[in-house]
Nanobody, 120 residues
Framework: VQLQASGGGLVQAGGSLRLSCAAS????????MGWFRQAPGKEREFVAG????????NYADSVKGRFTISRDNAKSTMYLQMNSLKPKDTAVYYC??????????????WGQGTLVTVSS
C-alpha cells in the first residue's frame, strides 16, 4: 500500500484545513486508518483513528471536538477535517493504515507527511 498525504499548508489560528490521504496498491476497505503528527522537537503522536467499517473513531484529547476523521473506501481515501486550529497544532501530519489503534505499532503503512503550520 502506498499512501500520499496532501492538504497541508499555512493557516491562521481559528481556521480550518482538510487533509487527504490517497491510497494505492491495495483496497483499504479492510484496514483501520489513523492520523499522527510530529511537532518540531517532539515525538510523533496519535491524533485520530477510524476502524475499517467507519463506525468507530478515537481521538487524542487535544483534538477532540475540533478534528474529524473520515474515509471514502470507494475512493481509497481518508480525510482529517481540522477546525478551530491552534498554533500548537503545527506539525507534520502523517496518515497510516493498519488496524484500528492509537499507537504507531498498530499501523503497517505510512504516508510521507504533510506540513501544517498554524500562525497566531
Amino acid at each position: 500500500v502506498q499512501l500520499q498525504a496532501s492538504g497541508g499548508g499555512l493557516v491562521q489560528a481559528g481556521g480550518s484545513l482538510r487533509l487527504s490521504c490517497a491510497a494505492s496498491g491495495r483496497t483499504l476497505s479492510n484496514y483501520g486508518m489513523g492520523w499522527f503528527r510530529q511537532a518540531p522537537g517532539k515525538e510523533r503522536e496519535f491524533v485520530a483513528g477510524l476502524n475499517w467499517r467507519g463506525t468507530s473513531t478515537n481521538y487524542a484529547d487535544s483534538v477532540k471536538g475540533r478534528f474529524t476523521i473520515s474515509r471514502d473506501n470507494a475512493k481509497s481515501t481518508m480525510y482529517l477535517q481540522m477546525n478551530s486550529l491552534k498554533p500548537k497544532d503545527t506539525a507534520v501530519y502523517y496518515c497510516a493504515v493498519g488496524r484500528y489503534a492509537s499507537n504507531e505499532g498498530g499501523y503497517s503503512y505510512w504516508g510521507q507527511g504533510t506540513l501544517v503550520t498554524v500562525s497566531s
